[in-house]
Each structure stands twice: as structure tokens, then as C-alpha cells.
């Protein structure tokens, strides 16, 4: 998987989302980002890295996103651990991360 995510074109964000005061601009925009990037399989798979690289913000203003998002209800994130076979025939375990996105209030 390549490290860089290319930015939407289009962002969608709900009039609910639009008027919900307590969340900033910035995290309205990025709600409607992760949208668009959770579209084609139902959830978004990026890692903090790969999303602060898109949004050109740091690491610690994704968590911070994500976070108020999440507190607002309209994301869940799911991390597990996946086995990953080495070339010895061993199973190292790799983290990932689902971000699911709600589209409704």
C-alpha cells in the first residue's frame, strides 16, 4: 500500500455535520473527507501518517479530529491485530485501523 493518499476532489458533509458547533471548520471539512475516503469499501483504512500527509497538518491535529468526530458520534474506529506470515514460516501481528463514518445524526 503506497504511503500517500491523494486529497478528494469532492468532500461530502451533512447539513447536521455543517451545523454542529462544536466541532471547528477544519474538522467539518475533514468529516466530509473521510466520507469520500470510506466510500468505495464502507470504511477508510488510512493510517494518522498517511492522512496528516494529505491534509498537510501534523499527526497530533488528526488524532485531535478524530477524536471530536468520535465524541460527536459521527465516526467509530475499530483497530485489530492481523497475523502476517514471515518468509520463516512465523506470524508477526500488524495493527491496522478502520475508520467507519456515520451519515446520519
Known amino acids: 500500500m503506497s ?16 451545523s454542529n458547533k462544536n466541532l471547528p471548520d477544519a474538522a467539518k471539512i475533514y ?14 483504512f488510512a493510517t494518522d501518517e498517511q492522512l496528516s500527509k494529505m491534509k498537510e497538518v501534523s499527526i497530533g491535529t488528526i488524532e485531535r479530529w478524530n477524536l471530536l468526530l468520535e465524541d ?16 520463516d514460516g512465523k506470524f508477526n501481528f500488524k495493527k491496522t485501523r478502520r475508520i467507519f463514518v456515520n451519515n446520519h445524526p
Open 31 to 44: 468529516y466530509g473527507e473521510l466520507f469520500v475516503l470510506a466510500s468505495k469499501f464502507g470504511y477508510c
Open 72 to 87: 460527536e458520534g459521527l465516526i467509530n474506529r475499530c483497530t485489530r491485530s492481523v497475523p502476517i506470515e514471515n518468509a
Open 3 to 18: 504511503n500517500t493518499l491523494e486529497l478528494p476532489s469532492t468532500c461530502i458533509i451533512p447539513a447536521f455535520v455543517r
